[in-house]
């Protein structure tokens, strides 16, 4: 059974910082690239960031540019989201998920989700 779950989300002030960790299982992680998108209350989705699978290609939205990192792990599963500088703007769910292809082609099949972790930014 594929499963991607995402942990890391909380409360945080703004210029803070978060890692959100997105674990994979049921699958074999090193043969997809893996997206992080967002989806704020009244907003439509928005992807983020997107890592191929030996990591030699990482693509960002301008929103989080220069803020937000991300990397992966293929030993352990995992694929991490390193979000700092953070803004009120920033406040979405954000998600997981898995290419059907080893770079970041964008397609993604509707089992290769994650639930999402919240993040709020707020003093």
């Known amino acids: 059974q594929v499963q991607l779950v995402e942990s890391g989300g909380g409360l945080v002030q703004p210029g803070g910082s978060l890692r959100l960790s997105c674990a994979a299982s049921g699958f074999t992680l090193d043969v997809r690239a893996i997206h992080w998108l967002r989806q704020a209350p009244g907003k439509e989705r928005e992807r983020i960031s997107c890592i191929s699978t030996s990591s030699e290609i990482t693509v960002y939205a301008d929103s989080v540019k220069g803020r937000f990192t991300i990397s992966r792990d293929n030993a352990k599963n995992t694929v991490y989201l390193q979000m700092n500088s953070l803004k009120p703007e920033d406040t979405a769910d954000y998600y997981c998920?898995?290419?059907?292809?080893?770079?970041?082609?964008?397609?993604?099949?509707?089992?290769?989700w994650g639930q999402g972790t919240q993040v709020t930014v707020s003093s």
């Open positions: 998920a898995a290419d059907t292809y080893y770079y970041c082609s964008g397609y993604i099949p509707p089992d290769y």
